[in-house]
T-cell receptor
């Protein structure tokens, strides 16, 4: 198993450009997440998905869009890049039961995508 | 989810046990305690979690006080490779509820430095 794979690892964008960060997992996990981490800070949740076709906003969704057409893939789209979006982006996945109370599970993270907007 | 408080940094000598404290005084009955770590700028790595009982795995032990208001992560024989930021997270076990409440919240954590 490759686990969670993110591409690209590094990218420099100009203000106003658009791009998509790719995330794929091969563990058949139903939950997938996108976080961002600014220097010296913790991780902030951008968007997450509980299964194909279902996405929901996290703490900092403005300026981003996501889609989940398959269980494996969860791309993050930046439409009009701004310097405030300079950050390291982490994708993660987990398995959670669909019924009843359950622990939020062990999250498996990718290696991160480092984005600079100039 | 309940908030956690951790010291910003700690030192530990190589080969000794590293004890990382976490306060979560507002924890509720269905909330789990999770520990993750982040080595340098890599993606966070799950370590261990617990609800009420103490837990042990190949990486670490988790000691939760009887009132569940605090916990300690123990790395029994710390090595230089254990230098990392350690995150203590409290999260409610629940069904999907929407509203952006289903991800784990990572604070600033404790920067553990293992000294040779």
């Amino acid at each position: 198993n490759a686990g969670v794979t993110q591409t690209p690892k590094f990218r420099i964008l100009k203000i106003g450009q658009s791009m998509t960060l790719q995330c794929a997992q091969d563990m058949n996990h139903n939950y997938m997440y996108w976080y961002r981490q600014d220097p010296g800070m913790g991780l902030k949740l951008i968007y997450y998905s509980v299964g194909a076709g279902i996405t929901d906003k996290g703490e900092v969704p403005n300026g981003y869009n996501v889609s989940r057409s398959t269980t494996e893939d969860f791309p993050l789209r930046l439409e009009l890049a701004a310097p405030s979006q300079t950050s390291v982006y982490f994708c993660a996945s987990s398995y959670r039961r669909d019924r009843g109370f359950t622990n939020t599970g062990e999250l498996f993270f990718g290696e991160g995508s480092r984005l600079t907007v100039l | 989810d309940a908030k956690t408080t951790q010291p910003p940094s700690m030192d530990c000598a190589e080969g000794r046990a590293a004890n990382l404290p976490c306060n979560h005084s507002t924890i509720s009955g269905n909330e789990y305690v999770y520990w993750y770590r982040q080595i340098h700028s890599q993606g966070p790595q799950y370590i261990i979690h617990g609800l009420k009982n103490n837990e042990t795995n190949e990486m670490a032990s988790l000691i939760i006080t009887e009132d569940r208001k605090s916990s300690t992560l123990i790395l029994p024989h710390a090595t230089l490779r254990d230098t990392a930021v350690y995150y203590c997270i409290v999260s409610l076990g629940r069904m999907y509820s929407g509203g952006g409440a289903d991800g784990l919240t990572f604070g600033k954590g404790t920067h553990l430095i293992i000294q040779p």
